[in-house]
């Protein structure tokens, strides 16, 4: 059973930081392109930023210079690193797990993780 579980989200006052976390199990995380998207309330899902198996990084262009993505495939988590919060950054932040593959596409997606900022 493949599960992603997402941490670290919460309050945060503007210019404020946090670390965002996911848990994953039940795939070869290595293997897979991971990538956080978030969902404001009466918005559309998008991309936060997204980390290839070889380390690639790409990062939306409201949050590239603040966010951080990274991973550690040894304990199978991927992180992002938020800094300079603005209250538009609230919204509930998602971890994606994304292979492709001849026979098949691999879409797995953690349960979501609020995150605020307001003062």
């Known amino acids: 059973q493949v599960q992603l579980v997402e941490s670290g989200g919460g309050l945060v006052q503007p210019g404020g930081s946090l670390r965002l976390s996911c848990a994953a199990s039940g795939i070869i995380f290595s293997l897979y392109t991971m990538g956080w998207y978030r969902q404001a309330p009466g918005k559309q899902r998008e991309l936060v930023a997204t980390?290839?198996?070889?380390?690639?990084?790409n990062y939306a262009a409201s949050v590239k210079g603040r966010f951080t993505i990274s991973r550690d495939n040894a304990k199978r988590t991927l992180y992002l690193q938020m800094t300079s919060l603005k209250p538009e950054d609230t919204a509930v932040y998602y971890c994606?797990?994304?292979?492709?593959?001849?026979?098949?596409?691999?879409?797995?997606w953690g349960q979501g993780i609020q995150v605020t900022v307001s003062s």
């Open positions: 994606n797990g994304d292979r492709r593959t001849l026979m098949r596409d691999y879409d797995y």
């Open positions: 980390i290839t198996d070889d380390g690639t990084t």
